[in-house]
């Protein structure tokens, strides 16, 4: 009893545990070998345990490198500190910023409602419809916000599909059994009404062990497409602008080949791709894919009338556009319209005709600070009437009061995920620091045999194992640890780093079978009441379809838009003259 007293306690301190004999078993790599590699290398396992293990906040452990960097002569505090607000953070910011504004204004609701009532009230096609709206919410929105969103829906769309199925069920066995009584003898009647009972009761069963599994299939798809929706555009997800800034911090020269246009062209298709593959998947595993019964010709059952019915209804509820959704609707489509014409890759954009883009002076964060600045700029509505609102002067005269902005500052603080931008800085920090300590080149050299390894395979391999690590850790903590690992690996294979870190970070949101493994995941767990392994069957093949179809990306169209077949003069890869040609 004691030792389990003593176990238990221990237990209940296992944080402060971590924090405190981490840092200190540890200590002999810098004290023994006392080089600038060791002590860059101390710093690092000590962050990748802090992040794992979650003993302090992600956010608090992403402030290490502030304090052992200059603590051991690698960098400056300054230096250190100015990682912690690149352009890469900025641009996040503002496009979380854009991102609280539709939220707070309830339009991607609206969004959503409305895309729902195009696609139809069909099992199959309403599931496509869920994974093609919250993929749709996730690029814009996070992913998080848009799976709360959407399973309210699910449960509610579930619920009168199931009762107006049920009823339709009801009628037919009514008429039937009317048929019935209206012909038979008296035995035959008692017999019929006995076996009815008992098909009655075999059918409810049936039916409600239906809609259990239809539920459950409903449920995940939505988590799942909030992930897949995550990878398309630069700002919906950490990894992806965690290994934006990696690119440009590791190799300055770059010519911003990663911008919101370049990362679109190739993510988009891929997710597109990865969304069909996972929608006939689900749809196998939870209704049966049947052709004829999803795009076939058919009457319109009263569940699905019902369906409609609903969504029309709760859509209605919405009311009118207001002038406020209006106004965020034309910012946000400004803002995706100057992100994609800024520097489009096949044509000159304004940043080049208006700006001088020979220095890069305006980049993707410029223009998602100034849409932010108009949210807090522009009205949330318009009346000049005086007798519209305010409080009564001394005259006893209603004062006229203007209308708060689009966006207020208080709105900000409670919804902004402050501590994603700790996050990301300490990734920036991180790389810096082994870049600067040369870490990063042992890296490359003892990586170098992998050069025997053929490309295909060792770009399956890498998506594979950080898909994996996913399963169990943040993917924003597997990204910021690996993509500087993965950077230095390129040089040492001779392959062009963006071949090497592009697929992998693709593959860290493809975290499909723990609810552990994204907030996604876990929400979809707890709301829809699933069990570790109704998340484990369909997941672990949604993870291999997402590992295929992301190598099929980087090697056909991929390939392509990168120049992935000649490594760039920028990519301080010597001794190197082409890369991996595409399948």
């Known amino acids: 009893m004691m030792a389990n007293s003593v176990v238990g306690r221990l237990w209940d301190y296992r944080?402060?545990?971590?924090a405190f004999l981490t840092p200190l078993l540890l200590l002999p790599l810098p004290i023994v070998v006392n080089t600038s590699e060791a002590k860059c290398g101390y710093a690092v396992l000590v962050m990748a345990v802090y992040w794992c293990t979650e003993c302090i906040p992600l956010a608090a452990t992403a402030l290490l490198p502030v304090i052992f960097f200059p603590m051991m002569g690698i960098m400056k505090s300054e230096q250190v500190c100015l990682q912690y607000l690149g352009d890469a953070n900025i641009m996040g910011a503002g496009g979380l910023m854009v991102a609280i504004a539709v939220e707070h204004w309830n339009l991607h609701k609206r969004l959503a409602l409305g895309m729902l009532m195009i696609v139809g009230a069909r099992p199959a096609l309403l599931m496509l419809g869920f994974m093609i709206v919250t993929a749709f919410m996730s690029m814009w929105v996070t992913n998080v916000a848009a799976t709360a969103m959407m399973l309210p829906i699910v449960r509610s769309m579930m619920e009168h599909l199931k009762e107006a199925e049920a009823q339709d069920h009801n009628l037919q066995r009514s008429r039937a059994r009317d048929t019935i009584h209206s012909t038979d003898s008296t035995v035959n009647k008692l017999n019929t009404s006995a076996e009815d009972l008992l098909n009655d009761e075999h059918m409810k069963q049936m039916h409600e062990e239906k809609y259990v599994k239809l539920s459950k299939g409903m449920s995940l798809c939505v988590c799942y497409a909030g992930s897949i929706g995550g990878t398309s555009t630069l700002t919906s997800s950490i990894p992806n602008l965690v290994l934006k800034g990696q690119i440009d911090k590791l190799f300055p020269q770059n010519g911003d080949v990663i911008n919101y246009t370049s990362w679109f062209l190739f993510s988009f298709p891929n997710m597109v791709l990865m969304l069909v593959t996972s929608w006939i998947w689900l749809q196998f595993m939870y209704l049966g894919f049947n052709v004829k019964n999803t795009f076939g010709c058919r009457k319109t059952s009263r569940s699905d009338r019902q369906v409609c019915r609903v969504m029309q209804s709760e859509y209605r509820k919405l009311g009118r556009m207001s002038f406020a959704e209006w106004n965020v609707l034309v910012l946000f489509l400004l803002l995706v319209l100057l992100w994609?014409?800024?520097?489009?890759?096949?044509?000159?954009?304004?940043?080049?005709?208006?700006f001088n883009q020979e220095r890069k002076f305006v980049t993707d964060a410029t223009v998602s600070i100034l849409i932010c600045l108009l949210f807090y700029i522009i009205p949330s509505e318009l009346e000049f009437s005086c007798c519209h609102s305010g409080s009564f002067n001394v005259n006893g005269r209603r004062k006229w009061k203007a209308p708060p902005s689009l966006l207020?500052?208080?709105?900000?603080?409670?919804?902004?995920p402050w501590n994603i931008m700790l996050l990301m800085g300490g990734s920036f920090a991180l790389a810096r620091g082994c870049e600067v300590s040369g870490l990063s080149l042992l890296f490359a050299q003892t990586l170098e045999p992998l050069k025997n390894i053929p490309p295909v395979a060792l770009c399956f391999f890498l998506c594979f194992i950080m898909a994996m690590l996913t399963e169990i850790c943040n993917n924003a903590v597997v990204s910021t640890v690996?993509?500087?690992?993965?950077a230095s690996m390129a040089g040492a294979v001779e392959l062009h780093p963006l071949y090497i870190m592009i697929p992998p970070t693709i593959a860290s949101s493809f975290a499909f079978m723990l609810p552990v493994a994204t907030a996604t995941n876990a929400i979809a767990f707890s709301y829809a009441n699933l069990k570790i392994m109704d998340m484990v069957k369909p997941g672990l093949m949604l993870n291999l379809l997402g590992i295929l179809c992301v190598n099929l990306a980087i090697h056909t169209w991929g390939t392509a838009i990168f120049q992935l077949n000649e490594i760039p003069s920028w990519a301080n890869v010597t001794n190197a003259t082409t890369a991996p040609t595409a399948f």
Not at 408 to 416: P, R, T
């Open 482 to 486: 690996l993509l500087p690992v993965l």
């Open 340 to 354: 994609f014409t800024r520097e489009p890759g096949f044509s000159t954009g304004w940043g080049s005709l208006i």
């Open 15 to 18: 944080n402060s545990l971590i």
């Open 408 to 416: 207020q500052w208080d709105v900000v603080q409670k919804k902004m």
